[in-house]
Structures are given as structure tokens and as C-alpha cells.
């Protein structure tokens, strides 16, 4: 059994910066990826990751929306995950959610097994 926590969401004006983190807990694996998705009001949650993070290598992957604004990246020790998130845009707005893969670097919503509750990011003046 995994648990992921989420944390750091809250109220940023345009332009304006967060830290998200994703602590993992449990069964640990040898090899896992760890992505952030995003709900945005009256929508179901994205089934593209906007980032994620190889676990082993730390090779990365970032939505088109997001490149050069946000910033992934993990802490083995502390198994955690850190989403760097910079010029926050109202867009931006969202529950975010983490989420475990027990395969290589993935996208896709289809392919994670375990998630986390939610932190809430809200970009407005």
C-alpha cells in the first residue's frame, strides 16, 4: 500500500509562484514515476500529466502549457516530490493531484495506481 499526500496549494496572484510537495509513504519500489495532474473547475481531472519525474533517473516530463513555468523534482530520501510552479496564470487554477506509476516515465492518468487527495491552487487577484 502507497499513501501520497499533497500540500503547498493556495491562494497566488497572477505572476506569482508555488511549491507543491508529494510525500510518499508504504511499499516503496525500485522503479516508479511520479506525475502531477490537474483539475480545473467543472472539469474532470486531466489525463495528461502536466509533469512527471523518473524516480530512478530523473528524467522529466512537462505539459506544452506548463514548459519553462513549472519545475519538477524529488527528493529520494525524503520520497518526496516537488512541483515548482512560477508565473501562475488564472489557467493555472486547479486541484492538483499526484499520482505513483510503477512504470517508466508515463503521461497518461490510465497508467498510475496509486493517488493522492488533492491540494487546491487557486491564481486570482
Known amino acids: 500500500e502507497v499513501q501520497l499526500v499533497e500540500s503547498g496549494g493556495g491562494l497566488v496572484q497572477p505572476g506569482g509562484s508555488l511549491r507543491l510537495s508529494c510525500a510518499a509513504s508504504g511499499d516503496t519500489f525500485d522503479y516508479y514515476t511520479i506525475g502531477w495532474f490537474r483539475q480545473g473547475p467543472g472539469k474532470e481531472r486531466g489525463e495528461v500529466s502536466v509533469a512527471c519525474i523518473d524516480s530512478n533517473d530523473g528524467s522529466t516530463y512537462y505539459a506544452d502549457s506548463v514548459k519553462g513555468r513549472f519545475t519538477i523534482s524529488r527528493d529520494k530520501v525524503k520520497n518526496t516530490v516537488y512541483l515548482e510552479m512560477s508565473s501562475l496564470r488564472p489557467e493555472d487554477t486547479a486541484v492538483y493531484y499526484c499520482?505513483?506509476?510503477?512504470?517508466?516515465?508515463?503521461?497518461?492518468?490510465?497508467?498510475?495506481?496509486?493517488w493522492g487527495q488533492g491540494t487546491q491552487v487557486t491564481v486570482s487577484s
Open positions: 499520482g505513483i506509476s510503477l512504470l517508466g516515465i508515463v503521461a497518461s492518468a490510465s497508467m498510475y495506481d496509486y
